[in-house]
């Protein structure tokens, strides 16, 4: 559902804006900022999104069969837990509408900028401000909170004469609903998360489907389900009942950690669980060959489907696990030299996680993009919400926080009360910039990749986007998440350089701003 654009966005815009904090994204991760902000008392601040609604990934990646992997009574907000959920794992719409619903409950739509899309972000060291530029005109904050999540920006496969293909060709995330796919010939290219919710869809519908498999994922059993009415009466109505259930989906969810995390071999009960599920499901010897993966369990994105392998047997859908040479004006040929002819192509290869483009476009104190400092060092963070060089910029979903196991969310959670609390330090300190000490970020990664060191992601023998181009896996958190709660639950000030108020250059005054709440309304910026 379309948004109108609000508040500072709707009309005039031909001069920088202030605000003292400027959220960068609303999904999840974003939503929830504003939302925290606005019980704090916080009431100057925006939300920049690209978009034209709230949802981020959920919002945009709108695929057949899209739905996910964890459990929806797990995956949302404690603050705001939904009795009404139809299906233990919940399904792309469901989960937008919840999302939705959030942001008018809480009413915070009023301080969203939509169709905003942020070219950059530039740090000033004369005004100790953040320069952003954006589509919708420039802002200046003291603070920025980057809510992009990192699901965001598609990744393109790089191979020769994809430029030149006359059919239709799209990314999953970027689904053509205008184009029938009805009785064509199809390519899928890719086999994780979306490619095996996509195959089933598909292979129902084409007349031929192609899947281009890389690497197999290991694919464990889904255990999805409607619930019953007499369930969804007792989410509702009966006291703790909701509560209680989703503490015990995130207990049986956080006992993977001892495998994934601390020792691999207690990883053999998955791993069984995913050969026997593989077994039962495809009974020809050379398919089943083909998508057994040569890892251990967990060393990838763990899957869940009741129905992608049952997909691949079906007789107009063909695995192909020779590789891709090229693709041609009408078809792609593999690295046997055979060559099949498509009419469209779903990319479905995932995201750009590591190397996202996004951080080509914030520049921090010394000048350098986020990008190029993750380049010449490693994707590195401080309890994945700050980052040296830096200044008064807080990351939700940084570095080191990804799961292998259960829900975003609750890791969100546990950033947005630090964040919170950072920005209460720095108003009730009178701070005017406030940046994590390299040394204590060094010291954090330090411990962060040793941690790292026994884990099945680094011994499961395999190569993952877990990992960044310096071999390092700076994407997952290494423990249990309530480790990570542990740690955030209170902005700690002595792991940052700080400067008041009263040491900082004179800001510029009388600048006319229009104000958040009423775009005919303008104040002097003091």
Known sequence: MSRPVTGTAAARETSAREIDTLIIGSGFAGLGAAIKLTQAGKTNFLVLERGSDVGGTWRDNTYPGAACDVPSHLYSYSFALNPD???SFSRQPEIQRYIESASRRYNVLDKHVFDCDVQSARWSAETSRWVVETTRGSFVAKIVVSAVGALCEPSLPDIPGIEGFTGEIFHSAQWNHDYSLTGKRVAVIGTGASAIQIVPQLAAEVGQLDVYQRTAPWILPRADREYTAAERLAFKYVPGFQKLSRLGIYLMRESQVVGLAKAPVFMKPLQFTAERHLRRQ?????????????????????????????????PNVDLVTDGIA??????????TGRAREVDAIVVATGFHVTDSPTFAGIFGRDGRSLAEVFDASGQQGYKGSAIANFPNMFFLVGPNTGLGHTSMVFMIESQLRYVVDAIDTVERNDIGTIEVRQDAQDRYNRDIQ?????????????????????GNNTTLWPGFTFEFRSITRKFDLDAYDSVGVADLPAPAVGASVTTPDNDDEKVSVQ
């Open 326 to 335: 090229e693709v041609t004006a009408t078809g792609i040929v593999d690295n």
């Open 282 to 314: 495809i009974k020809d010897r050379e398919l089943r060959r083909k998508v057994t993966p040569n890892f251990r369990i967990g060393c990838k994105r763990m899957l869940i489907s009741n129905n992608y392998y049952p997909a691949l047997t079906q």
């Open 450 to 470: 040793q941690k790292l060191s026994h884990s099945v992601w680094n011994n499961g023998g395999c190569a993952s986007w877990y990992l960044d181009k310096h």
């Open 85 to 87: 959920w139809t299906r």
